[in-house]
C-alpha cells in the first residue's frame, strides 16, 4: 500500500503538495509556523534547483532572497506601489536581474573559486543594503511595510490580517512555484541540466550549451529564491539586514541537505526539520546550536541523501532521479 | 471498556496532550508575558541578566497575589540576536502561548522587528533595551513603550558632563551601525553645543576587533578624550589595543555606556580610570533607598548583585502589573491608557514617569568610572559613582523632532 | 580626511603586516590540507578559536605564556588529527562538497562548546610582562608583542618551509598536492601523509588563535568572520599554493589596513572586492594551478 501511494506521489508531486499543504496549518500547533516552512521551503528549493538538480554549489544565495524580500519591501514602503502583487512581483524582478548579472558573472569559474565569488557578491550586496540606510533601513531593517489587502478577482478585496489568511495566500503563491519547477525539471531543459550535472563534458560533447544552461538554472533559482524573500518580507513586515548574509545562505544548504539534495520535496521536508529542530531545541537547551551541528554532522556521515531522499531509497525498488 | 470507546477516549487524550491549550478553562489563566532575548550569541551575557529580570520581578509579583488575583508567568525565548527570529518567536508567543503582553529585546533592529509582531497584533510591547528609533515614528505607537534609555539620552548626558568636566577636544572611535552612528552624531552635537572640537571621528565595522589600523592617527592628533562607542566584545579589544599603544596616559577615556559584566571580563586593568553612562549600579544602594529593596530582593534570590540591563526587565514587568491593576483589565489598550494616565513610578531606582505623546520612560541616570586594580571591592564593585543625571526630558528629542503630532 | 605623512604610512603598513601575518598562518593551514585533500575545511575558523581558549586554559594552568604558546598548537594539531581520522577520512570517495559541510557542522559544534566549557563571556589572554610596552620604530611607537607575532610567523614559515623541501615527507606533500594518483600509484600510503597535512594544517590555526588572543580578545565567535576572510586569502593566492597564501595574506592585510586609514567604511568589503577583481583577471588566484578543484 505504500508502494502505491509513493508511486501516486511521484506521478503527481504538484497535486501532492497542494493536497499535502492545503491541510497543513492544522497539522501544527499555530499557523504561523506553517507560513514559515513554506517560505523557507521554497528558498531551499531555489537553492535545490542550482545545487541539487545543476550541481552547483553557491554560497550567496542570499543574494537573491534579499533582493526579492527588499525589492518587494521598497517597492511597497518606500515607492508606495499599492498592491501586494506588484511588490512580489518587483522583488523578484529584481532578485532574477542580480542572479542574471551574478550569474554571468560567477560562471566563467567552476568548483570553489565559483562558490566563493557567489559569496563575495552576496556580501557586497549586504555591504551595499547596510550603507543605503535610506532605502533599506540600513541594519536597523526596512520597516513600514504596509499590510495592504489584495485583489482576488471574483471576490474582491481580502485583508491577510489573520495569520491562517496569510498562510493560505502564500500557499497559493509557493504552490504554482512549485508547479513552474516541476515543468522546468519535467522539460527537455530540465534532462539537460541534469546531464550536465551527472557529467559536464559528455553533454558538452553532445553539442549542448552548458554555460548558457547553467546561467539559465541559475535565473530560475534565483526567482524561486527571491519569491521566498518576498514572502517573507510581508509575513515578517520587516527586511532585516541579515536577509544579505552569509549565514542566510547557509541556512539554504542546511535545510536542502537535511530534506535531500536533487529531491522535489527535499527543501520542504528539510525546512520543517530545521524549524521544528531550531524552535523546539532552543526550549530545552541554550546549547541548542551545538545538538544542531551535531545533528548536521550525523546527517552528512550517515545520512547524506537527506531524511526524505533516503525515505525514497528505501522505498522504491529502483531509483527515481528528479523526484 | 469495548473498542470504539477505548479509542474515542485515545483520541481525545492524544489531542489534549497535543494541544493542551484546550485543558485551560477561561477564568484564573495565568498572565502570560513573553519574552524574547538573545540568549545565544555575542551579546548572551546581558540577555541572562535581563532573563533574572524578569524572572525576579515574577516571583515577587506572585508572592504578593499575581496580577489581579492571577498567576504571572514569563515566557523566554531566545531571539538569536536576529530580527526575523525575533519577530518568529514572537509569533509563537502571541499565537501559540497566547502571551497578553511581551517585553524584550536587547539589540535595537531585534525590538523593531518584534515591535512590528505586537503592532499586527494589537499586543503591548515594553522594549528594554537602547534605540531611539522604538519611541518615533514609523516604528512607535499607541501600545509600544520604551522602558531603557537611548542613545539620544545616554550621549547628551554622558557628552555634556565629560565636556565640562574632562576636556573639549575629542576623538571618537564608533562601531559602523545605527547605535554607534546615532552616538556618534549626538556626542559631536552635545560637544560643540558646549564649544568643544571633535578632531576626527572613526567609523569601524561593528564585531571586527581590530583596531590598531587606526590608534596612531589619534595618538598624533592628541586629542584630550578619547569617546569609544564600542559595544560588546569590541569595547574590550579597543580598550586593550589603545593601552598598548600608550594611549591611556596621553588622554583620558570615556564610553557612552558602562556594563557591569563587561568591566568585569576585561579586569581593572583595561578598564581602570574608564567614564561611562549607566542607568543602575548596584552601589547604589548605600544613597538610595529603592536601589537598596531591589538589590536585596535580587540578591537573595540569585547570590549575586544585579546587573544593569536586568533592571529594565524587572522594571518593565512591574509596569505591565501596575497597569493591569489601574485598568482591572488585561487588555493592551486599557493597560496603556492606564499607563498614560497615571505616569509616574518607581521600582528600582527612583522616581521615573512615561511621556505621554512618545510611551517614553525617563529617568535617572549615573556617570561612573571604572576603579583601578587593588581598589575593587570583590568580584563586583568595579566601579565608583562620579555623579547623578537626574531624569530631564530636554535630554531627549521633543514629540515633534520625532514626526509625532 | 587623512592627512598623510610619511610616518603615518609606516604605521600603517606595519600594522597591516600584523594582520596579515594571522591570515597568512591561517590560510597556509588551509591550502596545505585543500591542496593535498581537497576538502575545504570550514571548521578553521573554530580551531583558531579553540587555540585561543587552550591558550588561556594552559596559561592558567602553567603560569608560563611560553609553554601556553608552544602547547596550546599541539593541542590544537591532535585534535585535528583525531578530527580527520574520525570525521573527515569516511568522506573520501563521495561528493566533494562533503567535507566542507561535515566541518561547516563542526564549527558550529566547536563554537557552542567553547562557550559551554569556557563560559558566554569572553576572556582575557595576557602577554607576557616581558612582551608588554611598545617600541619605538622612529615613525611611530609600535606594540612589542605586535612584532613578536611577525617574528613567530616568520620563524614557523621557515621552519615550514625547510619541512616540504627538506624532508621526504614534505617531499610526498609536494607530489600528492601536484598529482594525487600518481603519488598513490607509487605505492605511498596516503593515509598518513593525510593524517599528518590534517595535523599540520590545523595547529597553524591553534597558533593563530594564541597569538591573536591579547590582541583582541578571547571569545566564541572570534572564529566567525576570520575564517572567511582567510578562505578570501586561500582563494585569492590560488587553492593549494603556500607561496600564493603567504603573498596574498600579507597583500590583504596591507589592503585592510590602508582602506581602513583612508575610507574606514570600505574596509570591510575590500576584501571581497580584490577576490572579486583577482579572481576575474587570473582565474585560479595569483599561484593557482588551473584545474585544481573545478
Given at each position: 500500500m505504500i508502494a502505491r501511494a509513493r508511486m501516486w506521489v511521484e506521478r503527481h508531486p504538484v497535486l501532492s503538495f497542494f493536497i499535502f499543504f492545503a491541510v497543513f496549518p492544522f497539522l501544527v500547533p499555530y499557523p504561523a509556523v506553517a507560513t514559515q516552512v513554506l517560505t523557507f521551503g521554497l528558498f531551499a528549493l531555489g537553492f535545490n534547483l542550482l545545487y541539487g538538480f545543476t550541481g552547483l554549489l553557491s554560497f550567496g544565495h542570499a543574494a537573491y532572497y534579499g533582493l526579492g524580500a527588499y525589492g518587494t519591501g521598497i517597492a511597497l514602503a518606500k515607492l508606495r506601489v499599492g498592491s501586494l502583487w506588484v511588490g512580489l512581483a518587483i522583488g523578484v524582478v529584481a532578485a532574477v536581474v542580480g542572479g542574471a548579472i551574478i550569474g554571468f558573472l560567477c560562471l566563467r569559474r567552476r568548483g570553489i573559486y565559483f562558490a566563493m565569488l557567489t559569496l563575495a557578491f552576496a556580501q557586497l550586496l549586504y555591504f551595499i543594503g547596510f550603507h543605503l540606510a535610506d532605502w533599506t533601513g540600513g541594519d536597523d531593517g526596512l520597516r513600514g511595510i504596509p499590510a495592504l489587502p489584495i485583489w482576488v478577482p471574483g471576490i474582491g478585496s481580502v485583508r491577510l490580517n489573520t495569520s491562517l489568511a496569510f498562510y493560505y495566500f502564500a500557499f497559493v503563491l509557493v504552490g504554482l512555484a512549485v508547479a513552474v519547477l516541476r515543468r522546468i525539471l519535467d522539460s527537455p531543459f530540465g534532462a539537460v541540466l541534469q546531464a550536465i550535472r551527472e557529467n559536464a563534458e559528455r553533454a558538452a560533447a553532445c553539442g549542448y550549451n552548458v554555460r548558457r544552461v547553467r546561467w539559465l538554472a541559475f535565473v530560475f533559482s534565483a526567482a524561486f529564491t527571491g519569491l521566498a524573500g518576498g514572502l517573507d518580507a510581508l509575513r515578517l513586515s520587516v527586511v532585516p539586514i541579515e536577509s544579505l548574509y552569509w549565514t542566510t545562505s547557509g541556512q539554504a544548504v542546511i535545510m536542502t541537505l537535511l530534506g535531500g539534495a536533487g529531491t522535489?520535496?527535499?527543501?520542504?521536508?528539510?525546512?520543517?526539520?530545521?524549524?521544528?529542530?531550531?524552535?523546539?531545541?532552543?526550549?530545552?537547551?541554550?546549547?541548542?546550536?551545538?545538538?544542531?551541528?551535531?545533528?548536521f554532522m550525523v546527517f552528512v556521515l550517515f545520512l547524506p541523501k537527506g531524511v526524505w531522499g533516503t525515505l525514497l531509497a528505501r522505498l522504491s525498488a529502483r531509483p527515481t532521479p528528479g523526484e | 471498556m469495548d473498542r470504539r470507546a477505548f479509542l474515542a477516549t485515545a483520541a481525545v487524550g492524544t489531542a489534549t496532550l497535543a494541544f493542551p491549550h484546550v485543558l485551560r478553562g477561561q477564568t484564573k489563566d495565568p498572565i502570560r508575558i513573553g519574552f524574547p532575548s538573545p540568549l545565544t550569541g555575542p551579546f548572551a551575557v546581558l540577555a541572562e541578566d535581563q532573563k533574572k529580570g524578569a524572572e525576579l520581578a515574577v516571583d515577587e509579583l506572585n508572592a504578593r497575589g499575581g496580577i489581579l488575583g492571577r498567576k504571572v508567568e514569563v515566557l523566554v525565548r531566545d531571539d538569536q540576536l536576529k530580527p526575523a527570529i525575533g519577530a518568529q518567536r514572537t509569533k509563537e508567543l502571541i499565537e501559540n502561548e497566547k502571551c497578553q503582553f511581551i517585553v524584550g529585546g536587547l539589540a535595537a533592529h531585534v525590538q523593531m522587528a518584534i515591535n512590528e509582531q505586537t503592532k499586527k497584533s494589537n499586543v503591548l510591547f515594553i522594549s528594554?533595551?537602547?534605540?531611539?528609533?522604538?519611541?518615533?515614528?514609523?516604528?512607535?505607537?499607541?501600545?509600544?513603550?520604551?522602558?531603557?534609555l537611548n542613545p539620544t539620552i545616554t550621549c547628551r548626558a554622558v557628552g555634556s558632563w565629560v565636556a565640562q568636566n574632562l576636556g573639549k577636544k575629542w576623538w571618537i572611535v564608533y562601531a559602523d551601525y545605527a547605535w554607534g552612528k546615532q552616538c556618534n552624531m549626538v556626542l559631536s552635537e552635545?560637544?560643540?553645543?558646549?564649544?568643544?572640537?571633535?578632531?576626527?571621528?572613526?567609523?569601524?565595522?561593528?564585531?571586527?576587533?581590530?583596531?590598531?589600523?587606526?590608534?596612531p592617527r589619534i595618538q598624533a592628533a592628541k586629542p584630550e578624550v578619547l569617546m569609544s562607542v564600542t559595544?560588546?566584545?569590541?569595547?574590550?579589544?579597543?580598550?586593550?589595543?589603545?593601552?598598548?599603544?600608550?594611549?591611556?596616559?596621553?588622554m583620558k577615556i570615556a564610553q557612552p555606556l558602562h556594563w557591569l559584566a563587561n568591566a568585569k571580563q576585561a579586569g581593572a586593568d583595561v578598564m581602570s580610570d574608564v567614564y561611562g553612562g549607566i542607568n543602575f549600579y548596584w552601589e547604589l544602594q548605600d544613597t538610595n533607598p529603592s536601589a537598596k529593596r531591589y538589590v536585596e530582593s535580587f540578591q537573595k534570590k540569585y547570590g549575586t548583585p544585579p546587573q544593569d540591563y536586568g533592571c529594565y526587565s524587572y522594571s518593565a514587568i512591574m509596569e505591565i502589573a501596575r497597569g493591569a491593576e489601574l485598568a482591572k483589565s488585561t487588555d493592551s489598550e486599557a493597560v496603556a491608557k492606564a499607563l498614560r494616565a497615571n505616569r509616574e513610578y518607581d521600582h528600582y531606582k527612583g522616581k521615573q514617569w512615561w511621556r505621554a505623546c512618545d510611551n517614553k520612560a525617563f529617568q535617572?541616570?549615573?556617570?561612573?568610572?571604572?576603579?583601578?586594580?587593588?581598589?575593587?571591592?570583590?568580584?563586583?564593585?568595579?566601579?565608583?559613582?562620579?555623579?547623578?543625571?537626574?531624569g530631564n526630558e530636554e535630554l531627549e528629542r521633543t514629540c515633534a523632532e520625532k514626526g509625532i503630532a | 580626511m587623512a592627512d598623510l605623512t610619511l610616518a603615518a604610512l609606516a604605521a600603517q603598513l606595519f600594522t597591516g603586516l600584523v594582520l596579515g601575518m594571522i591570515l597568512v598562518l591561517l590560510a597556509v593551514?588551509?591550502?596545505?590540507?585543500?591542496?593535498?585533500?581537497?576538502?575545504?575545511?570550514?571548521?578553521?575558523?573554530?580551531?583558531?578559536?579553540?587555540?585561543?581558549?587552550?591558550?588561556?586554559?594552559?596559561?592558567?594552568?602553567?603560569?608560563?605564556?611560553?609553554?601556553?604558546?608552544?602547547?596550546?598548537?599541539?593541542?590544537v594539531g591532535l585534535f585535528g588529527l583525531l578530527i580527520e581520522r574520525v570525521l573527515v577520512r569516511p568522506l573520501y570517495g563521495r561528493s566533494i562538497d562533503?567535507?566542507?559541510?561535515?566541518t561547516f557542522g563542526l564549527s558550529l559544534v566547536l563554537v557552542e562548546a567553547a562557550r559551554l566549557i569556557w563560559g558566554k563571556i569572553g576572556l582575557t589572554l595576557d602577554p607576557p610582562p616581558a612582551l608588554a610596552g611598545a617600541v619605538n620604530l622612529g615613525f611611530s611607537a609600535f606594540p612589542l608583542y605586535r612584532l613578536f607575532v611577525i617574528a613567530v610567523t616568520l620563524a614557523v614559515l621557515v621552519a615550514l618551509w625547510l619541512f616540504l623541501e627538506k624532508t621526504d615527507v614534505g617531499l610526498i606533500i609536494r607530489a600528492g598536492s601536484r598529482d594525487r594518483l600518481m603519488v598513490r600509484a607509487l605505492g605511498v600510503d596516503l593515509g598518513r601523509i593525510w593524517l599528518i597535512v590534517f595535523g599540520i594544517g590545523t595547529a597553524l590555526a591553534g597558533l593563530a588563535g594564541i597569538l591573536a588572543g591579547p590582541m583582541r580578545g578571547v571569545y566564541a565567535e572570534m572564529g566567525v568572520t576570520i575564517v572567511i576572510e582567510s578562505f578570501v586569502v586561500v582563494v585569492v593566492g590560488g587553492m593549494g599554493s603556500l607561496l600564493g597564501a603567504i603573498v596574498a595574506g600579507i597583500l590583504i592585510g596591507e589592503v585592510v589596513s590602508l582602506t581602513t586609514y583612508f575610507a574606514p567604511k570600505l574596509a570591510e568589503i575590500m576584501v571581497f572586492v580584490v577576490m572579486a577583481l583577482v579572481l576575474l583577471v587570473r582565474p585560479s588566484g595569483l599561484f593557482g594551478e588551473t584545474g585544481l578543484m573545478e
Open positions: 522535489f520535496f527535499g527543501p520542504f521536508v528539510g525546512a520543517g526539520i530545521f524549524l521544528v529542530l531550531e524552535e523546539r531545541l532552543s526550549l530545552i537547551t541554550e546549547s541548542w546550536p551545538l545538538v544542531m551541528g551535531a545533528v | 528594554v533595551s537602547q534605540s531611539d528609533e522604538i519611541s518615533a515614528r514609523p516604528d512607535g505607537g499607541p501600545l509600544t513603550f520604551h522602558e531603557a552635545t560637544l560643540k553645543k558646549n564649544g568643544g572640537t571633535v578632531l576626527g571621528a572613526t567609523p569601524y565595522p561593528l564585531g571586527s576587533a581590530e583596531f590598531s589600523a587606526h590608534l559595544p560588546g566584545a569590541d569595547n574590550i579589544a579597543f580598550l586593550k589595543q589603545a593601552i598598548s599603544f600608550g594611549m591611556k596616559k596621553d535617572d541616570m549615573w556617570i561612573l568610572k571604572a576603579r583601578e586594580a587593588g581598589k575593587t571591592r570583590g568580584d563586583w564593585g568595579l566601579f565608583d559613582v562620579v555623579t547623578r543625571i537626574p | 593551514g588551509l591550502s596545505l590540507i585543500f591542496g593535498l585533500m581537497t576538502v575545504v575545511n570550514f571548521a578553521h575558523g573554530s580551531l583558531y578559536m579553540l587555540g585561543a581558549y587552550l591558550g588561556f586554559f594552559l596559561l592558567g594552568l602553567t603560569k608560563n605564556f611560553w609553554i601556553s604558546l608552544v602547547l596550546a598548537p599541539l593541542l562533503d567535507p566542507l559541510l561535515l
